[in-house]
């Protein structure tokens, strides 16, 4: 049955492997989405995890549309000075002063660029990290050439008894060839996987390897960042210091503008040499603008403690659905980047059934294709009352009373 009126979708390419559900999707706002018909949905996903202060915040919308009708694109012989001011903002919250970033427009481009100066900068081989992150849709760190990067599997440290002290002599560990390697690219948290969270232990372990060995650290801070796991940046759940950071999705809104920011240490290193890299809205005044106003509006409205605050209530909520009705196999989640993993089933029909259940009760989440996982990525801005009714109607869902059928 169609959730709302299906139009067809023919003349773009669309992302493969999810189901496209909701075809007439014609409004936003904050948490919710509207159809044609007016019939209002929960966007617990934030669209692609971007939108963290909720669709169409009117402090973004006004600076759109104040900027883009004074100054919104530059070229390369002249600037705004509001890129200056946005790129301050960014290295102090990293706390990178004396550092310097560029603004470009995608998550897939932040971590490419930070990769390929850190590659200009290290005189080793290879690059390593995790075998389930994700880095984006082009560029070296996506297609991980085996010899130039050496992709850690972590999963056996996950059930490792040893797992919280990581000790140094551990086989597995000592299979990393740290002779080789030149830099450590991190993802604090696998969204686009499995939403998993290496140890604490294990992280910093491998970081003060780059540290000593004169290698680099960088952190994709893409899903990880503005918020999203109840800290500014995911990576300091590991109490480490990057020196490059690749900052997207949230920090636009919804707005394609992305940063990779470099640490003093970096710049020292870099000299006074150019960086070849150019493309046509690099540093542009608009994207600036945005993730400046972003950056505020989480700090004026108190948002981070906010996203906290509901993402201590979902926990609760599902920890109690998870032991109500023995349907939940695992939860995994830091601040609001959270996946619920149910009991296996026969080739994963009934998430499949669950999630359609769910989206026609009015709640838009993930489910990762070809898994029973369901992930939420909700706004910080997200309204406690609408969890609430999303954990009574997952409730329904999950003991059979608000599958598809029932509710035919
Ligand atoms: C962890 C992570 N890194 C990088 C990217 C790429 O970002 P973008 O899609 O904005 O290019 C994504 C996208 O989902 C991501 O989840």
Same mark, same amino acid.
């Given at each position: 049955m169609a959730i709302c009126k299906a139009r067809r979708v023919t003349s773009i390419f669309w992302y493969p492997g999810h189901e496209l559900i909701l075809t007439d999707i014609v409004?936003?706002?904050?948490?919710?989405?509207?159809?044609?018909?007016?019939?209002?949905?929960?966007?617990?996903?934030?669209?692609?995890?971007?939108?963290?202060?909720?669709?169409?915040?009117?402090?973004?919308?006004?600076?759109?549309?104040?900027?883009?009708?004074?100054?919104?694109?530059?070229?390369?012989?002249?600037?705004?000075?509001?890129?200056?001011?946005?790129?301050?903002?960014?290295?102090?919250?990293?706390?990178?002063?004396?550092?310097?970033?560029?603004?470009?427009?995608?998550?897939?481009?932040?971590?490419?660029?930070?990769?390929?100066?850190?590659g200009s900068l290290i005189d080793r081989p290879m690059m390593l990290t995790m075998t389930d992150s994700y880095f984006g849709a082009y560029g070296s760190a996506r297609e991980r050439q085996e010899d130039e990067w050496h992709c850690f599997d972590w999963s056996v440290c996950a059930d490792c008894p040893e797992s919280k002290e990581c000790h140094e002599s551990c086989e597995h560990l000592a299979s990393i060839p740290f002779e080789e390697i030149g830099g450590f690219l991190f993802e604090p948290g696998s969204s686009s996987g499995l939403v998993r969270f290496p140890p604490?232990?294990?992280?910093?372990?491998?970081?003060?390897?780059?540290?000593?060995?004169?290698?680099?650290?960088?952190?994709?801070?893409?899903?990880?960042?503005?918020?999203?796991?109840?800290?500014?940046?995911?990576?300091?759940?590991?109490?480490?210091?990057?020196?490059?950071?690749a900052i997207g999705k949230g920090i636009g809104n919804g707005y394609p503008v992305s940063v990779a920011a470099f640490s003093r240490r970096v710049l020292e290193r870099l000299g006074d040499g150019p960086v070849n890299y150019a493309q046509s809205h690099q540093n542009d005044p608009l994207g600036a603008a945005?993730?400046?106003?972003?950056? =505020?509006?989480? !700090?004026?409205?108190? /948002?981070?403690? &906010? #996203?906290?605050? %509901? +993402?201590?209530? *979902?926990? $609760?909520?599902?920890?109690?659905?998870?032991? =109500?009705?023995? !349907?939940?196999?695992? /939860?995994?989640? &830091? #601040?609001?980047? %959270? +996946?619920?993993? *149910?009991? $296996?089933?026969?080739?994963?029909?009934?998430?499949?059934?669950?999630?359609?259940?769910?989206?026609?009760?009015?709640?838009?989440?993930g489910l990762r294709p070809g898994t029973s996982v369901f992930r939420l990525d909700p706004s910080l801005t997200v309204d406690f009352g609408d969890i609430e009714k999303f954990l009574q109607a997952f409730?329904?869902?999950?003991?059979?009373?608000g599958t598809d059928a029932a509710a035919d």
């Open positions: 409004r936003a706002e904050n948490c919710y989405l509207y159809d044609s018909a007016g019939k209002r949905y929960v966007d617990l996903e934030s669209g692609v995890w971007c939108t963290c202060i909720g669709h169409g915040n009117p402090r973004i919308g006004n600076v759109i549309a104040r900027r883009f009708s004074t100054i919104g694109h530059t070229g390369f012989c002249y600037a705004s000075e509001i890129v200056e001011e946005a790129a301050q903002e960014i290295l102090s919250l990293l706390d990178f002063e004396g550092g310097r970033c560029v603004f470009l427009c995608s998550g897939s481009e932040a971590v490419e660029f930070g990769v390929r100066i850190a604490e232990k294990l992280v910093r372990g491998i970081a003060e390897k780059m540290w000593t060995n004169d290698g680099l650290l960088l952190v994709n801070e893409v899903t990880t960042g503005v918020g999203r796991t109840g800290k500014w940046f995911g990576y300091e759940h590991y109490g480490i210091s990057p020196d490059i950071a945005v993730a400046l106003e972003v950056i =505020r509006v989480i !700090r004026e409205d108190g /948002l981070i403690e &906010r #996203g906290r605050e %509901i +993402a201590a209530m *979902l926990a $609760d909520g599902l920890e109690n659905l998870r032991r =109500r009705t023995g !349907r939940i196999k695992e /939860l995994r989640g &830091r #601040g609001l980047m %959270i +996946a619920i993993e *149910l009991e $296996d089933d026969d080739g994963n029909s009934f998430a499949a059934a669950a999630h359609r259940a769910l989206v026609r009760r009015g709640f838009v989440l409730e329904g869902v999950l003991d059979g009373s």
